[in-house]
């Protein structure tokens, strides 16, 4: 299972601290899993490769700076980043230039972090406030 658990955190192209604090697992904990000391029970292994982006001849990978990794589905017409956020493009993304296209992809999802943000801080204050918008 140790061997499971290393494949699917470099499938992700994550160190051990950011898979870790991905999926809330303590470093160690997940370093003790890689190196064969203890194991994780198969369902964890199940729930982690499910929130993973499935490898295959559709799915592409793309850098991004800093590090960052996103996932471009041909099929779905889907861009997802490590966190699992989903985006639904337009655009074919195998014409574009790839030396952009991390660029491009950074910007999309710094802008999506933004809106998210805003959305949740005007939900805690509705909540807060109790108003009635019309």
Request: charged share 30%; net charge neutral.
């Amino acid at each position: 299972m140790n061997k499971q658990i290393r494949e699917l955190r470099k499938s992700t192209g994550l160190t051990q601290k950011n898979f870790a604090k991905m999926f809330d697992i303590p470093l160690s904990t997940l370093r003790k899993w890689e190196q064969g000391e203890s194991s994780p029970s198969p369902y964890v292994i199940q729930l982690l490769a499910r929130m993973i982006p499935a490898t295959d001849e559709h799915l592409i990978t793309i850098n991004g700076r800093n590090g960052e990794i996103y996932y471009y589905d041909r099929v779905k017409k889907t861009v997802s980043d490590s966190y699992h956020n989903v985006i639904t493009i337009q655009e074919d993304l195998d014409k574009v230039n790839p030396k952009n296209l991390g660029l491009y992809l950074q910007e999309l999802y710094d802008d999506f972090h933004d809106i998210q943000e805003r959305f949740n801080r005007d939900c805690r204050y509705d909540i807060k406030e109790g108003i009635l918008w019309s």
